[in-house]
């Protein structure tokens, strides 16, 4: 059910404790921690602590947690000190989405050309 922990999720056991994560931030609502294969030299990921398939059926079912995760991707990149930044959702396996919990990359540290991929 949405909004519900799974017991086979890979974000779930992370908010749950039950993973390792190098949290940088954590809020009531989110978790913010280090992507442990980044593609830039800032890669931190930031995942409502309710498990939501994709930032889609995060967006319908609470949309004031998918506020405060953008709010807490922004203070992501405060406190990483970025001068400019990249919020990337991927949705879909064609998109990139290979962990199925909404969350969003901030990307920075480095130029980030466009079109990306």
């Given at each position: 059910?949405?909004?519900e922990p799974q017991?086979?999720?890979l974000f779930c056991k992370i908010v749950a404790g039950?993973?390792?994560a190098t949290i940088v931030r954590e809020t009531d609502t989110t978790v913010a921690f280090r992507d442990i294969n980044p593609q830039a030299p800032t890669h931190v990921?930031?995942?409502?602590k309710a498990?939501?398939?994709?930032?889609?059926?995060?967006a319908a079912g609470a949309p004031e947690v998918a506020a405060d995760l953008l709010?807490?991707?922004q203070a992501v990149a405060d406190q990483e000190q970025l001068e400019s930044h990249r919020i990337v959702f991927n949705t879909g396996g064609g998109a990139g989405q290979t962990v199925w919990h909404a969350h969003?990359?901030?990307?920075g540290g480095r130029g980030l050309h466009w079109p990306p991929g």
């Open positions: 059910m949405a909004g017991d086979d999720c039950q993973i390792p990921l930031v995942i409502p498990h939501y398939k994709d930032a889609a059926a995060l709010r807490e991707a969003a990359h901030v990307l």
